[in-house]
């Protein structure tokens, strides 16, 4: 075994790194940078102001005196723009011309004094909705009755659908989770269903299986099977909802 | 400054290729459950009896190294539902033996699966192999008369073998089962009794099933010119094993210890059907029908009430009889409806593999309703 497999084989055989969460809390578009030390989210909310946010290696908001120590440009439509430091919003902004939203935009970013810039290249969809993740990374809020429990499960499906209505697929994995969270939650009233306990608890469990479905295929699959794994959830919900509120009048 | 056209191509295409490969696309949360603490007590009730070194599944899942490597496979295998091979939802009754993940297990596998696997800290140290209850031991117990030999380069192969079995004519048998000798390889079994030309199923059997024993003092009889026949499916494990393997196994009789009432399979096809006499349901045993659907079998009193009593996805490779854990009674002109839903279940196959689902053979069920009136 020549040194390098040895070494190679040793760094596998160590616990997987804790990996941090790359969820674009802003909606924007997410990269890594400064061999994976930091963490970008560019966003885009009207047409003529781009922001950056930065974050350290756990995805955590960079601190300021590190903020002030990043500097950059973007390019786009052939005019390029220094990032301004907005200490007060932790944020970096930069102006930007009369260009379409799917204009090619090019991001020269230097992490650190004395660092070699690195450059990101991305393109837009539409401009970035900066309320859609908002409490994506919060707990999921678990009411306290099985009615408001049921609720918010048809909230969830309905929000999800709401993201898909405005073209944001990609943001579907929020209301997944929270899905995922308040059919767990369901289980406390299990032990009031009597008879109908095993058919609850089977359905939700296909919930929470379709939950996960739709995260991940919100990740790594198309739009229309995003909407393929909602319609799913959306028909499993459906029916799971009157198995509780049949039980419990 | 100026780049040659070359070496500029080559930048581009580098930071194309960088930019490529640092997009973070995905979405992992951190995994707040860990290998020792969380997952392994799942996978040893749930997993180990197939998935252990010598098991019937190509992969084991006893160690934490076996798992890690395992992660995108086990998060595939759970979010298209292939795993556990527990096709069925209950309906108005609850079934026996559930081998299905609790909402609170499969959510654990997912999150760790996805967030990480993280090791945690080695527990007090678990049995390495799988768990295995203590099963109440057969009344009869009757090896097969000469091995099956599963010869060099064959992956699969099926074998029948007939018992005379004088010694249980005229006797209840209340559930059979397979006692596997070359573990690895004996996949899956039928086991039925001949009289004449007819033939009823009595058990089917997988790595890891407990002797099935059906409600209502349900049992089957055993004629006087009865014979007991097993059949056996063979398969590797994996393609790459490719020595010859002998098999001798066992098959385990359970008898009624009184007279018990008879069980008869009424056969349930993708119809509605009548009720003529009344009769208890005591289970559902799935013969054939379409793979890409699901079925639902309910039945409807005389008076239009619809009792849910059972659903689930067909899948040939894992056959298995659904016991209910109490008898459905079925008065005279209630009747038996099973539909039969084109699914969406195999939907994580179709992200994966959209044309998969292109061919579909048809919509039809045939199963048998065991009875005993």
Known sequence: MTLVSLVTTVLLMQAAPVHTTHYPRHGGQFFTAAGDTLHLEVIWPSPRVLKLYVYDEEARPLPLERLRQVSGRLIAGG??????????????????????????????????????????QF?????????????AHEPTPIPETLDATLEALLDDVRDADGLIERRQSAYVFAPAVRARDHALALERFLPQLGDVRPRAEAAIREV?????????????GTPAQVEGALDELSRLIAELVPVFTRAAR | MRLPLAAATLLALAVFSWHGARVAAHITEVSPFTFHEDVRPILQRRCT???????????????????????????????SGRMPPWHAQPGAVA???????????LDVLMTWAAGGTPEGRRRARIAESPAAGPMLAPDVTMAMPAAFVLAQGVQEADHEVVFAAEGLRGKWIRAVNVLPDARAIVRRAQI????????????????????????????????????????????????????????????????????????????????????????????????????DATMRIVAISRDGVRTSLLR??????????????????????????????????DLWHTLTSPAARAASPGIFFRGALEVVE
């Open chain 1, 208 to 220: 929470v299986r379709v939950a996960w479905l739709l995260h991940i295929a919100t990740d790594e």
């Open chain 2, 95 to 105: 079934l026996k033996e559930e081998q299905a993940l609790t909402a609170r297990e």
């Open chain 2, 312 to 345: 689930f996805n067909l899948r040939p490779e894992w056959p298995r009889r659904y016991v209910f854990a109490a008898p459905v009674v079925l008065q005279p002109r209630s009747q038996i409806d099973v539909s039969v839903v084109p699914a969406r279940n």
């Open chain 2, 49 to 79: 009896q197939c998935h252990v070194e010598g098991g019937v599944a190509p992969t084991a899942l006893v160690r934490y190294q076996d798992a890690r490597s395992q992660s995108w496979p086990i998060r595939q295998a759970l979010m």
């Open chain 2, 192 to 291: 039925s009794i001949r009289s004449g030309a007819d033939e009823q199923v009595i058990g089917l059997w997988l790595p890891g099933d407990e002797p099935q024993m059906l409600e209502a003092n349900g049992a089957f009889l055993m004629p006087h010119d009865g014979t007991l026949v097993l059949r056996l499916h063979y398969q590797r494990p994996r393609p790459a094993d490719a020595a010859a393997v002998l098999d001798r196994s066992s098959v385990g009789v359970y008898l009624a210890r009184a007279p018990a009432a008879q069980i008869r399979s009424l056969t349930i096809v993708s119809a509605r059907q009548l009720v003529t006499r009344p009769m208890r349901a005591v289970a559902i045993r799935p013969i054939a029908g379409s793979v």
């Open chain 1, 79 to 120: 005019v390029r723009s220094p990032l301004v430091l907005r200490e007060r919003e932790a944020l970096f902004e930069m102006r930007l011309p009369v260009v379409s939203v799917t204009t090619h935009l090019s991001l020269e970013l230097t992490p650190s004094n004395g660092a070699s810039p690195e450059t990101f």
């Open chain 1, 123 to 135: 393109a837009f969809a539409d401009y970035t909705d900066e309320s859609v993740l908002k409490v």
